[in-house]
């Protein structure tokens, strides 16, 4: 499997801020975004990720086997935190959490309510998530807000084991999360500002 985009342009709010956007990324392998923040970084990642369309180009996989994960924990906070990974991992036809807890220690909060938990635990069991979702590309937008330097190095492991697994993930980060990427700098594919015509606002989706 192989991740392939080709001249892709993107706009936040009806206005271009990324074009000519080209990368291939095969299985095992990371990229990471890198560039000043308002660059795009969150908008191309939404538009691989298909949660918006893009202007122009062309993104080669289907989005059904990607993960996106971004400043959202997207947990359901009167669940436990195995009844949290329970319904993602049945949502993707799965039944294993027990990986999942494991990677991100939750092990012993398996039975506290998710909206009891501190930020940093929100998120663990956030990014845990994506172990139970069977995708093949982790798409990733500042995933380490909220955790500190041990929940760091816990998620830079899940990472590398998803990768030694074949699986692929592109990282919007100035973090060092220990694994060996690729980095894109956005610098060079910065749009020139216009207006286009059918205004998009991501705001709504």
Same mark, same amino acid.
């Given at each position: 499997?192989?991740?392939v985009v080709e001249d892709l342009a993107v706009a936040r709010g009806g206005v271009?801020?990324?074009e000519g956007v080209s990368l =291939?990324?095969?299985g095992g392998h990371a990229l990471v975004l890198r560039g000043p923040n308002g660059i795009g970084k969150t908008t191309l990642l939404r538009t691989l990720a298909g949660l918006q369309p893009p202007l122009s180009g062309r993104v080669s996989l289907d989005r059904e086997e990607m993960a996106y994960a971004a400043h959202a924990d997207g947990i359901k906070a009167m669940l436990?935190?195995?009844e949290n990974l329970?319904?993602?991992a049945e949502l993707h036809g799965l039944r294993d959490i027990a990986r999942a807890l494991e990677a991100f220690r939750l092990g012993d909060l398996a039975g506290r309510l998710a909206g009891s938990l501190s930020a940093g635990?929100? =998120?663990r069991l956030g990014l845990a998530r994506l172990i139970v979702t069977g995708r093949r590309v982790w798409v990733l937008d500042e995933p380490t807000v909220s955790l500190d330097r041990e929940a760091v190095g816990w998620f830079g492991a899940a990472v590398r084991g998803h990768l030694a697994g074949g699986g692929m993930a592109v990282i919007a980060t100035h973090i060092?999360?220990?694994i060996e990427a690729e980095v894109l700098e956005l610098a060079p594919f910065r749009a020139v500002r216009r207006a286009v015509?059918?205004?998009f606002d991501e705001a709504f989706l």
């Open positions: 499997m192989e991740l271009p801020v990324l =291939r990324l095969t436990s935190v195995e329970r319904f993602w635990q929100k =998120r060092d999360l220990g015509a059918d205004d």
